[in-house]
């Protein structure tokens, strides 16, 4: 219900004495009218807005200071990341959920003893996933970090990738070298490169 968009709009205006403006998106309309309503009681509807609508459709903006993403499920937070470096988000912050594209996909000799257990091939995959997603925003100029934000007793779905931008781009030889090892291919990077992954230049 957006309880994260409404708390970090009151601590950046409030707190901080910020002007802000936030857009908030969801795909169930009730959720956007019950916050909206809520944005009006408070009188907040100026500078926080909540649409119904997809990321990877968005067009309302061209570039934003933040990007922010809770559990945004499967490949959702690829295109959340993707509209973010595309609106040079000078902060992302993700905390992705249900991640399924690469444990339908990843292929291995070498780990085949392990990938032959269920539970810890979705384990793996959720890692290699998060771990794949910072790598390709470090080729896009940003200094990443994956961190646990919250007790696994909360939930699991608790690593939390952070990146900020710096302009300094790095190659994805090693990471281009990886995702073929392994035949996993995520859709961000698809989105990034869409003529291909150009392991040389990495940008």
Not at 18 to 43: M, S, W
Not at 47 to 65: A, M, R, T
Not at 77 to 102: F, G, M, R
Request: glycine residues 6%; hydrophobic residues 40%; charged residues 25%.
């Amino acid at each position: 219900k957006s309880y994260l968009t409404f708390a970090v709009y009151y601590y950046l205006h409030e707190m901080q004495k910020k002007e802000v403006n936030i857009i908030g998106l969801d795909l169930k309309e009730t959720v956007i009218r019950h916050c909206n309503e809520l944005a009006e009681k408070f009188g907040y509807q100026e500078h926080l807005k909540f649409y119904h609508g997809d990321i990877s459709d968005y067009e309302g903006v061209d570039q934003v200071d933040m990007v922010m993403t809770l559990h945004a499920c499967d490949v959702a937070t690829d295109y959340a990341l993707h509209k973010a470096v595309l609106w040079n988000a000078k902060v992302i912050l993700s905390v992705p959920c249900c991640q399924h594209e690469v444990n339908k996909q990843i292929q291995s000799q070498l780990l085949q003893p392990l990938l032959k257990y269920g539970i810890l091939k979705e384990r793996m995959s959720a890692l290699l996933t998060d771990g794949i997603r910072a790598e390709l925003l470090e080729s896009k100029g940003y200094s990443t970090q994956i961190l646990e934000f919250i007790d696994m007793e909360h939930t699991p779905k608790n690593l939390l990738i952070r990146a900020v931008k710096t302009g300094r781009s790095r190659s994805g030889e090693a990471l281009k070298e990886m995702t073929d090892a392994i035949h996993g291919h995520l859709t961000l990077e698809k989105l990034l490169y869409p003529d291909g992954f150009d392991a040389k230049e990495g940008v």
